[in-house]
């Protein structure tokens, strides 16, 4: 018996867009399966607005091609768009209508009947403003309002440009929940942003943008995995500390990196190594994983830029 191979939620192939001689993207290839919290990473003039609006039909590439569920949005926009929602850039509304209102008109406009508001409202936690006009919303009222905009679509596939932008901590922190309360209820998420810790916290795959082109795509278990036994240590006496860094059982790779020391360890290793180096007499300033996400992030995009 053979399992049936899952339809890619976004399978964007060789998209490139031009605008003149500027190439905004230059080679895009991105797949996002059913059920994924895709971070889509890249310093800012990376490519990944634009190619967001081409994933989504809202710009036509230049050459390539893009899929949503099997769906060409540029051939076919409304049945490649049905269960896809989400924003690109900051969400727009009627700044002298009510929350509410808002609400209502779009779902007017995508044929329903606006049965759902209350529901999208109490999920983003706005009922209590929704009476308020947008234009007195604060900024992270405002994304939450976007958010409630596209959760009344029910969708399968929610995109989401920056979302944490302009926010306060405790907008972050609470958009950084949404998010994790939709992708437990099985809602696939492409998650853009230039915020590593926000897509460690939040995905299981991830893409690396540079000068338009995806430069990684992977599991983030697997980023992450690559940091789990190289560790900096920065210590009141960083001579005596490489010697026994060299001398400790389970710790490798030992070399001097100006003041600090860089070791591979296992977890064990590290233990037995911070009691020697305290038995020594030995003051620890730092002691931290390295690599990781960001370091790919900077590995792959200095090198772009240089």
């Given at each position: 018996?053979?399992?049936?191979?899952?339809?890619?939620?976004?399978?964007?192939?060789?998209?490139?867009?031009?605008?003149?001689?500027?190439?905004?993207?230059?080679?895009?290839?991105?797949?996002?399966?059913?059920?994924?919290?895709?971070?889509?990473?890249?310093?800012?003039?990376?490519?990944?607005?634009?190619?967001?609006?081409?994933?989504?039909?809202?710009?036509?590439?230049?050459?390539?091609?893009?899929?949503?569920?099997?769906?060409?949005?540029?051939?076919?926009?409304?049945?490649?768009?049905?269960?896809?929602?989400?924003?690109?850039?900051?969400?727009?509304?009627?700044?002298?209508?009510?929350?509410?209102?808002?609400?209502?008109?779009?779902?007017?406009?995508?044929?329903?009947?606006?049965?759902?508001?209350?529901?999208?409202?109490?999920?983003?936690?706005?009922?209590?403003?929704?009476g308020d006009r947008v234009r007195g919303y604060s900024h992270g009222m405002?994304?939450?309002?976007?958010?409630?905009?596209?959760?009344?679509?029910?969708?399968?596939?929610?995109?989401?440009?920056?979302?944490?932008?302009?926010?306060?901590?405790?907008?972050?922190?609470?958009?950084?929940?949404?998010?994790?309360?939709?992708?437990?209820?099985?809602?696939?998420?492409?998650?853009?942003?230039?915020?590593?810790?926000?897509?460690?916290?939040?995905?299981?795959?991830?893409?690396?943008?540079?000068?338009?082109?995806?430069?990684?795509?992977?599991?983030?278990?697997?980023?992450?995995?690559?940091?789990?036994?190289?560790?900096?240590?920065?210590?009141?006496?960083?001579?005596?500390?490489?010697?026994?860094?060299?001398?400790?059982?389970?710790?490798?790779?030992?070399?001097?990196?100006?003041?600090?020391?860089?070791?591979?360890?296992?977890?064990?290793?590290?233990?037995?190594?911070?009691?020697?180096?305290?038995?020594?007499?030995?003051?620890?300033?730092?002691?931290?994983?390295?690599?990781?996400?960001?370091?790919?992030?900077?590995?792959?995009?200095?090198?772009?830029?240089?």
């Open positions: 018996m053979t399992t049936a191979v899952p339809i890619p939620a976004v399978s964007a192939r060789a998209l490139r867009k031009s605008y003149g001689a500027i190439e905004a993207v230059a080679g895009v290839d991105v797949t996002v399966q059913p059920g994924d919290v895709y971070g889509y990473l890249g310093p800012n003039g990376a490519g990944k607005t634009t190619s967001l609006r081409m994933m989504l039909g809202l710009i036509q590439p230049t050459s390539g091609q893009v899929r949503l569920f099997g769906r060409d949005p540029v051939l076919d926009p409304v049945a490649a768009l049905e269960g896809v929602a989400g924003f690109v850039e900051d969400p727009a509304f009627y700044p002298y209508l009510s929350g509410r209102a808002n609400l209502e008109l779009l779902a007017a406009l995508d044929g329903g009947g606006g049965e759902r508001i209350d529901e999208v409202l109490d999920v983003v936690e706005l009922r209590g403003r929704a405002r994304q939450r309002l976007g958010l409630a905009a596209a959760l009344l679509r029910r969708p399968r596939l929610l995109v989401l440009d920056e979302p944490t932008t302009g926010l306060d901590p405790a907008g972050i922190r609470d958009m950084r929940a949404q998010v994790r309360r939709l992708a437990a209820e099985g809602i696939t998420v492409l998650l853009s942003s230039h915020l590593m810790g926000e897509v460690e916290a939040l995905c299981n795959r991830v893409a690396i943008l540079a000068a338009g082109r995806v430069r990684y795509e992977g599991g983030l278990a697997e980023v992450l995995a690559r940091s789990n036994s190289r560790h900096r240590l920065e210590t009141t006496d960083p001579a005596r500390a490489l010697e026994l860094c060299r001398a400790a059982d389970g710790v490798h790779d030992v070399h001097a990196d100006g003041a600090a020391v860089v070791f591979s360890a296992d977890r064990d290793a590290v233990a037995a190594l911070t009691l020697w180096l305290a038995q020594a007499g030995i003051g620890i300033h730092v002691l931290a994983p390295t690599g990781g996400l960001e370091e790919l992030f900077f590995d792959l995009t200095d090198r772009e830029a240089t």
